[in-house]
């Protein structure tokens, strides 16, 4: 009788892990904007454009220069530094000085920590600008959305995935990645000059 083997219990994902241990940073930026499609002023739409202008301008390079490269790169989506920008003109968003990312190198391991927060951004975007849409007195108002549509295609975002699930993570690996998700996270709180200290359990 040939022995049995008792049947493994699936180890968590990168991804798993990254959304598990970044879910309160990612509620304290998402509450820091709850009141956005409330504000018919677009004063909190501003900061928002502003704060994904700033973010893309800082990161971007750094991604471009890791071993991941740009994530999801290709000519089949649209440029979101570019609609960000585009918003920001419309809105008349005045430039102003921001802080350098503080992981100007990272490996490969924390340039996916980073890359999941910037592309997993994608997938509210869709909401948000359907929100916009349907809303009378936003869509009335004429507020911009070329950065949330950029953002709606969530393709980039499967691509990150599917390498991250191609590359063997180690614990060390992991927690490399999630440090610099929620570092990420911070820097994102940082320039919509939010405060709120809530991180990740990591
Ligand atoms: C400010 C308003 C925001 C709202 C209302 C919002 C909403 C959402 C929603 C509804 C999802 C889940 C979508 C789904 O599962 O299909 C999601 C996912 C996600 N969002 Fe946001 N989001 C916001 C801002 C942001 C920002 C600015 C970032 C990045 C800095 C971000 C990062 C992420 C990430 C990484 C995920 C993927 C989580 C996963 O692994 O499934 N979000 N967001």
Excluded at 9 to 27: G, M, N
Excluded at 50 to 72: D, Q, Y
Excluded at 76 to 104: C, G, I, M, N, Y
Excluded at 110 to 117: D, H, L, M, N, Q
Aim: proline share 7%.
């Amino acid at each position: 009788m040939s022995a049995t083997t008792a049947p493994s219990r699936a180890e968590p994902s990168l991804r798993d892990r990254l959304r598990a241990d970044t879910r309160d940073a990612h509620e304290a930026l998402d509450a820091s904007f709850a009141d956005m499609f409330a504000d018919i002023s677009g004063a909190q739409y501003r900061r928002f454009i502003a704060m994904n202008l700033k973010a893309h301008e800082a990161i971007e390079p750094v991604l471009a220069e890791s071993p991941l490269g740009r994530p999801g790169a290709g000519d089949d989506h649209a440029d979101r530094l570019e609609a960000a920008r585009q918003d920001a003109k419309a809105l008349e968003v005045e430039p102003s000085p921001t802080s350098p990312f503080p992981l100007p190198r990272p490996d490969i391991f924390e340039a996916f920590g980073i890359a999941y927060v910037l592309e997993g951004s994608r997938l509210g975007a869709k909401y948000m600008s359907r929100a916009i849409k349907r809303d009378e007195r936003l869509s009335g108002a004429r507020w911009p959305t070329h950065y949330l549509e950029a953002s709606s295609d969530a393709r980039p975002f499967t691509r990150l995935l599917d390498r991250m699930a191609a590359e063997p993570a180690g614990e060390d690996d992991m927690r490399r990645a999630t440090a610099a998700a929620d570092a990420t996270f911070r820097y994102f709180r940082m320039l919509c000059g939010d405060n709120d200290e809530r991180t990740t359990r990591a």
